[in-house]
């Protein structure tokens, strides 16, 4: 069973920094993208940034230049380092895996629990 833990969320004051992190585990066979998520209160879950299998990556306008996405293949973990952190990226990100998990052999979707990051002003 394939399972993405994140971590690296908390509380930090505007202009700070958080490093988020997500580790995949289980019978894997091979992953394909990875991206961070995040959903604001009231508001629809929206891409942050994606990373593919050969580190080519995209990100939201709204963290271009705040935000690096970052991946261990070794570890099949996948990172997000963000700074000069605003109120207005208080969310809950979610990780997400194009992942082939052995017992299914083709790539499936799968989601983290979510960890929550606050920015207070």
């Known amino acids: 069973q394939v399972q993405l833990v994140e971590s690296g969320g908390g509380l930090v004051q505007a202009g700070g920094s958080l490093r988020l992190s997500c580790e995949t585990s289980g019978s894997i066979l091979s992953i394909n993208t990875m991206a961070w998520y995040r959903q604001a209160p009231g508001k629809q879950r929206e891409l942050v940034a994606h990373?593919?299998?050969?580190?080519?990556?995209n990100y939201a306008e709204s963290v271009k230049g705040r935000f690096t996405i970052s991946r261990d293949n070794a570890k099949n973990t996948v990172y997000l380092q963000m700074s000069s952190l605003k109120p207005e990226d208080t969310a809950v990100y979610y990780c997400n895996a194009q992942i082939a998990a052995r017992s299914l052999g083709i790539f499936g979707d799968y989601w983290g629990q979510g960890t929550q990051v606050t920015v207070s002003s």
């Open positions: 990373i593919t299998g050969g580190g080519n990556t």
